[in-house]
């Protein structure tokens, strides 16, 4: 018995080189179909609603290899939840919700919550849009000083999500600003060296971001059809 949705995605894999991760967005997607690509060998799921995700998480608790990603804008009051139910939060968009998971994080790991530190990637808009969350290339250096004294967070790169709307060659370019901004931070050591994760390019652009340097790609409509 073939699942399209499986025989789709096994097609979008062969395209994805092996040092691109491909994360499973599954916001609205049952946990049935959720099951039927961890069947083929996803394991990185993205959820950008918090309570949904935890609800999927209660399901499918014995797949215990499963990596969650955080990868929606976060209200500070939801730090806490979001520490202890995501390995990776991708969506860090404002020094103030860094400091609360901050926060959370510490006390997570002394109450045995987690035991790894929260892996983070600093969401950012190299162009003006209406998506306002994001640092824009400014404001993220005023705020460098402030974030690297974060440590219980492990700063692992940058996100960003383009506008719409955008030719070709303006996806390409922006991405690859984003590309170069990472590599600045790392060389000039405001981050660890593994600060090396480009989290960028969803089923429109995936494509171009893989051109320009992404290490995460966030698939979901392509892989499971229109939401
Ligand atoms: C929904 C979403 C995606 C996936 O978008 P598709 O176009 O369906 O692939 C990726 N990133 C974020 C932040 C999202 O909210």
Redesign the pocket.
């Known amino acids: 018995m073939s699942n399209p949705i499986v025989n789709n995605l096994q097609q979008i894999q062969k395209t994805i080189p092996s040092h691109v991760r491909l994360i499973a967005?599954t916001?609205t997607v049952s946990v049935e179909m959720m099951k039927a690509v961890y069947e083929v060998g996803v394991r990185d799921f993205?959820e950008?609603k918090l309570q949904e995700a935890i609800n999927k998480q209660n399901e499918l608790r014995d797949f215990s290899d499963i990596c969650w990603h955080f990868?929606?804008h976060l209200q500070t009051n939801k730090a806490k939840k979001a520490v202890e139910s995501f390995l990776w939060i991708?969506?860090v968009d404002s020094l103030k919700l860094a400091q609360k998971l901050d926060f959370f994080s510490q006390q997570a790991l002394k109450d045995g919550i987690i035991t790894t530190l929260p892996q983070v990637c600093l969401q950012v808009k190299i162009l003006p849009d209406q998506n306002k969350y994001g640092w824009n290339i400014d404001h993220l250096y005023q705020d460098l000083s402030s974030l690297q004294k974060l440590t219980f967070l492990h700063f692992r790169g940058l996100m960003t999500?383009l506008p719409l709307g955008l030719t070709s060659a303006e996806v390409f370019s922006a991405f690859q600003e984003v590309t170069n901004l990472a590599l600045h931070l790392r060389q000039d050591n405001y981050f660890s060296s593994d600060f090396d994760q480009l989290s960028m390019g969803?089923?429109?652009d995936?494509l171009l971001a893989m051109e320009a340097g992404a290490t995460m790609i966030?698939?979901?409509?392509?892989?499971?059809g229109d939401?």
């Open positions: 967005v916001k993205a950008n990868i929606g991708h969506s999500i969803m089923s429109g995936y966030r698939l979901g409509t392509i892989i499971f939401r």
